[in-house]
């Protein structure tokens, strides 16, 4: 361990890493990134499991990015695989493609669907992608029957048990990021690039934190290092006010001893089943919108396009309230988008900013789901805004 460092980032996640990785490079800086898990890479770890078969642990990751900028970053530490990412739903008995499009509509009502078609080209456009909050206050007696059936069917109980909220309830952003599609386009994303890290996310992870002066320690929490001092506006480490650059990726609220309550999130439990099969679904995600507990299962061969003969994985997710004591539900994982909760943040990024020498950043700490590409480029402009020149 260095005794001394220039900077310490706390969490092995994108955000930290990327940071860890512009400090090391840019400022020739030492620095040293500590994490609680026993591994690199936050969300993004991935293992190979006894069949040979590469697992994400907290959940099916995917590389969709809009921007060369963080594309061209990514490929100095992986080479990519192209994927295109086709999730179907379970809806009332049949498997149709999620976001619902043409298919879905075509296979869900064999009898009406070419009208409806018409009626929806006519209100929107070829092409175009409607968020449901949208579709629910068109007029139309077709398109109305429609909208209140994918309302009932793909959103109303899938939102419930993912978010414990009804969508009128949450975000509206939140329910717009599965619009319905007025094509028969069975992409799930649209994004330029969608690919997959050659030799996995934790491999990118590695070379992204092999560096010089990157010292990564694992299985510490930064609260076992870490300090406030009396006025809480001094870091304290080894015993001192520490004269470095603390750069923390972690949730604010468990910095502060959670002083004004806990920051609530969602959070899944994963299920990992190995099955005797070639393979056990048509497409790499299968998603069910029902009543059912579980929300969605994956087939890793499907996501990884490995092709491994007789066996196969599949990560099947339950959701809940996060508890952090808890035996189940204890990652934090989706921050809740209300302003209750952002106005509890606020109070606590009040206290963060007080301290001398300490930044933040990342999905907890920030208190917002970012996607992979969010994450990276929050990172890098951060570095930039902060650190460089
Ligand atoms: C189920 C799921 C699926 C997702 N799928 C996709 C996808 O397909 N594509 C996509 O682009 N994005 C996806 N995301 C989002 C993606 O996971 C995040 O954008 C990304 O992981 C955020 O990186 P981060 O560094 O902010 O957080 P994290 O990856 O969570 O890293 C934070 C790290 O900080 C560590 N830490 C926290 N507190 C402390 C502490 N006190 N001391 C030491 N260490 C600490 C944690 O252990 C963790 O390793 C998904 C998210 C979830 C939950």
């Known amino acids: 361990m260095i005794s001394k460092p220039s900077f310490i980032v706390v969490g092995c996640g994108y955000a930290g890493a990327v940071m860890a990785r512009q400090i090391a490079e840019q400022l020739n800086k030492d620095v040293l990134i500590i994490d609680k898990r026993g591994h690199i890479a936050g969300n993004m770890y991935d293992y190979t499991n006894s069949y040979g078969i590469p697992v994400h642990k907290y959940g099916p990751h995917i590389s969709v990015m809009d921007q060369d900028k963080t594309y061209h970053y990514l490929s100095r530490f992986t080479e990519w695989i192209p994927y295109r990412h086709r999730v179907n739903a379970v809806i009332c008995g049949k498997e149709v493609p999620l976001p619902i499009n043409f ?26 992608n409607i968020p449901i909050m949208t579709l629910k206050k068109n007029t139309d007696p077709d398109i109305r029957e429609l909208s209140d059936f994918i309302f009932e069917n793909v959103f109303l109980h899938y939102t419930e048990k993912m978010w414990g909220l009804t969508p009128e309830e949450i975000d509206p952003g939140v329910t717009a990021r599965i619009p319905i599609r007025l094509s028969y386009n ?39 290092l870490l300090s406030l001092s009396e006025d809480k506006q001094n870091v304290i480490y080894n015993g001192a006010v520490f004269k470095g ?19 609530p999130y969602r959070s899944l439990e994963f299920e990992f089943e190995d099955h005797k099969k070639d393979y056990i ?16 299962r994956t087939e890793m061969k499907r996501l990884v396009q490995k092709s491994i003969p007789d066996h196969t994985t599949t990560i099947t997710e339950y959701p809940g309230a996060y508890s952090r004591s808890g035996e189940h539900f204890n990652q934090p994982l989706y921050p809740i988008a209300n302003d209750a909760c952002f106005e509890l943040h606020q109070r606590y990024k009040k206290l963060a900013d007080r301290i001398d020498n300490f930044y933040y950043l990342g999905r907890l700490a ?13 990172a890098l402009s951060f570095f930039e805004e902060h650190f460089a020149g």
């Open 186 to 224: 069975d992409d799930h994303f649209l994004h330029k690039y969608q690919v997959m890290p050659k030799d996995g996310f934790t491999k990118l992870f590695e070379n992204l934190l092999d560096h010089p002066n990157i010292t990564v320690q694992l299985s510490t929490n930064s609260l076992d």
């Open 103 to 128: 298919t879905s509509i075509d296979l869900l009502f064999p009898k009406k669907a070419d009208s409806l078609k018409k009626s929806l080209i006519r209100s929107y456009g070829e092409n175009a």
């Open 366 to 378: 920030d208190y917002k789901y970012y996607n992979m590409e969010a994450t990276i480029l929050r």
């Open 281 to 296: 679904q048509n497409t790499p995600v299968l998603n069910w919108p029902d009543t059912r507990r579980a929300t969605r």
């Open 245 to 263: 650059t603390v750069v923390y990726t972690g949730a604010l609220d468990e910095f502060f001893n959670y002083t004004f309550g806990e920051l």
